[in-house]
């Protein structure tokens, strides 16, 4: 029996004697019962000073498992490993790892702001008769916590809060991630149908694995940190704990990598939301309400996702309204077109990023992926709604180094230096150079490798210098057609007002002829 266990009886005989008082009670005179009452409750709390906190595993009516529970369990995992002598090891949804917990009858002790609690586990038996020994799946457990009643403020006050805070993270810790992808609406209504569907996120980049200039790596995953720790800054300020980052640069710079890096960094699930099966901006709100916290949400591509640039109609497709509301068969056969194309709009993006998303509680990214920056509505893309952006540039000598370290291993090399000499003169992709360090054959070395990267390098500079020179060609034949074109448009010119002059000077003469003759 448990030392606590013990309190419990004591109690429960005093109340028993509480009751057989109560029996009694009629036979004292009300003044002296009131006294002895008083004296026997202060004579049962001083005996019982503990108070206990029952927390279920099962609540409300459709006795759905407890967060609080689940909670408690994660909290007291670390604590009941090194010291419960009973285990319990189970698979905890979303978890990646076993979670150990005290088994039932256990008891650990905690310690918070020097105050001493306990925690026990209870297993509440199924009140349908059994005839097994075991514990059945109708039991229910509970975990109990037990502390001083002088302590109540502080238990009731902050300590349950800070079990559920750090329960939470080590959830989050523990949790396997995911990577989700939007369903179309039109599966949404099926049986068991959800908006995302999702797949155990295991993309291997890090930001060690990335190759970026060092100090550009490094201020990104500062300002990755703190935002991730500046929860009470954001609600000291009054704004969402939000931030908006935008990628761009040319295909194959490691925009998409960058991504993966960011969410294996901050240990966040990653939302890849594709726009195009989006049918509208009702759609895109419920999806993005539909997202929990810690989380990457991505559009991809902005620019080919949506016509997010002119929102203004033109005088082309104004005049073709017109001719709609003229027509109706035309007007059908438009509105048929449209309802096949996305009509998320650049304000329903925008109302969301600014306003509905600050209203679903907070610490999400929102990454938006472009190749053509110069393309975008610069609404969209104004600090406060994409607070950082990040251009991906072509390969520089640190971002080859990195790429070297990963697919080749070597640090350094003779041939580096001629890498680097190239990689200045010529502009290649990440995703280029890396390709051309892969080993082909099994027995290619390092050295091989490196040589076929300066081949390619020299190639592409090579193919750079010809083109220039085409682009250079066609530019001067270019000017010269236009030359050649003004010099042709001025001497029509010329011509023609030689021709005027001819034919205004024999109008004056005729004229003055007439006027002679009048
Ligand atoms: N900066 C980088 N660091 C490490 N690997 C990279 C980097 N850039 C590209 N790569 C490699 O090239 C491949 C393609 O890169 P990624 O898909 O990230 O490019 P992207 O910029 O997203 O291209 P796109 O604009 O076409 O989507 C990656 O799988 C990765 O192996
Ligand atoms: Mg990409």
């Avoid at 019982?48 to 408690?72: D, M, N, S, W």
């Avoid at 000499?421 to 099994?442: F, H, I, Q, S, W």
Wanted: aromatic share 8%; hydrophobic share 35%; proline share 3%.
């Amino acid at each position: 029996m448990t030392a606590f266990e013990m309190w419990s009886h004591l109690g429960s005989v005093m109340a028993g004697l509480m009751f057989v008082w109560a029996m009694f009670k009629e036979y004292f005179p009300p003044q002296l019962r009131m006294h002895v009452e008083a004296y026997a409750r202060k004579a049962v709390d001083q005996v019982h000073p503990y108070v206990q906190i029952k927390f279920p595993e099962f609540e409300g009516e459709r006795l759905e498992r407890c967060e609080t529970f689940t909670a408690i369990q994660n909290y007291l995992s670390g604590s009941a490993s090194a010291t419960a002598k009973r285990l319990k090891a189970e698979s905890v949804k979303d978890s990646k790892s076993l979670v150990l917990s005290m088994d039932e009858n256990e008891e650990v002790v905690d310690e918070f702001e020097g105050v001493k609690l306990w925690w026990s586990s209870r297993l509440i038996p199924s009140q349908k008769p059994t005839f097994s020994l075991f514990s059945s799946a109708e039991d229910r457990r509970l975990y109990r916590l037990t502390f001083h009643r002088s302590h109540r403020e502080l238990i009731t006050g902050s300590y349950i809060e800070h079990v559920l805070e750090k329960g939470k993270a080590v959830a989050a810790d523990n949790r396997q991630r995911k990577l989700f992808t939007n369903n179309p609406s039109s599966n949404w209504g099926h049986y068991k149908a959800t908006k995302w569907s999702h797949v155990l996120f295991k993309h291997p980049s890090t930001f060690d694995t990335l190759a970026m200039e060092p100090s550009k790596k490094k201020e990104i995953m500062n300002d990755l940190l703190r935002f991730q720790r500046a929860k009470e800054y954001y609600e000291r300020i009054g704004k969402a704990w939000k931030r908006g980052y935008l990628l761009y640069g040319p295909p194959g710079t490691g925009k998409s990598t960058m991504i993966a890096a960011m969410a294996n960094f901050l240990n966040y699930d990653v939302y890849d939301l594709e726009l195009t099966t989006v049918k509208d901006n009702t759609e895109l709100r419920k999806l993005l309400i539909d997202t929990s916290e810690k989380s990457i949400i991505v559009i991809e591509d902005i620019d080919c996702s949506l016509d997010l640039t002119g929102q203004r109609k033109t005088k082309k497709q104004e005049k073709e309204d017109d001719e709609e509301k003229a027509d109706p068969v035309k007007k059908m056969m438009k509105g048929e077109e449209e309802s096949k194309e996305s009509k998320v709009t650049l304000s329903g993006l925008l109302n969301f990023i600014d306003g509905l998303w600050s209203a679903c509680g907070g610490e999400r990214i929102i990454v938006f992926t472009t190749n053509f920056v110069e393309k975008l509505d610069p609404a969209l893309i104004r600090r406060g709604r994409m607070d950082k952006h990040i251009k991906m540039s072509y390969c520089c000598f640190e971002s080859f180094k990195v790429l070297a370290r990963n697919y080749l291993g070597v640090e350094s090399h003779p041939l580096f230096a001629r890498v680097r000499l190239l990689l200045k003169e010529t502009e290649m992709t990440p995703a280029d150079v890396a390709e051309n360090l892969m080993p082909k054959l099994d027995d290619e070395d390092e050295d091989a490798c490196l040589e076929g990267l300066i081949e390619a390098l020299e190639k592409a500079k090579e193919d750079a210098r010809k083109k220039s020179e085409e682009e250079e060609k066609a530019a001067a034949a270019e000017a010269e057609a236009t030359a050649a074109r003004a010099m042709a448009e001025e001497e029509a010119q010329q011509a023609s007002s030689v021709e005027k002059q001819e034919n205004g000077g024999r109008g004056c003469a005729e004229e003055v002829k007439e006027n002679g003759v009048l």
